[in-house]
């Protein structure tokens, strides 16, 4: 699946649309999709560390990241990598500079140029909905604009999942607040 999907509009009462989700192959709009947002400081962005990541047992593994600073619990998203590339909730073994996730460990050394994107509110992804009779359009509430600074840069990044088609899209997105 290739997606075009550009537009991502707010509306003052917190609703996203993401409008025009198509198969750029088929040139078709895409109904029956898995549509998830996170909101991102683009000043937050940080890259993993080049190391490998470690089995940190029951699960879990461990991605190297100096001076993180994600909370115990609260979601992240990473990219780039060659297994890990998801979305996940910091677990209780994280420390300062290991960020510990619960996964299938698969032997991975990272070059440096990986990314780590931590939720601004902390939680996980907002579901957006199709909106029936569309184009390609899904909908949902992202309830939480307070935490967002007016003219401050924030990435919006946007999974689609279509059967085991998977698409992630990561664009810079400017808050603003109506007056």
Known sequence: MADNTEILYVSSDNLITV??????????????????????????VMNIDAEAATDAGGGTVGIPITGHGVAVGKYVRIDGTEHYNEEYVAEAATTADLLVITATY?????????????SVSGTASVALSFVSSSNGDYRGVYPYTAKLIAEKEYFAIIAIVSGSNKVLIISTWKAHHKT
Do not use: S, W
């Open 19 to 44: 409008e025009g989700v198509k198969n750029a192959i088929l040139d078709t709009y895409i109904e029956d999709a898995t549509v998830k947002l996170m909101v991102c400081g683009e000043d937050e």
């Open 106 to 118: 698969e032997a991975e050394t990272f070059t440096g140029e990986e990314k780590l994107y931590p």
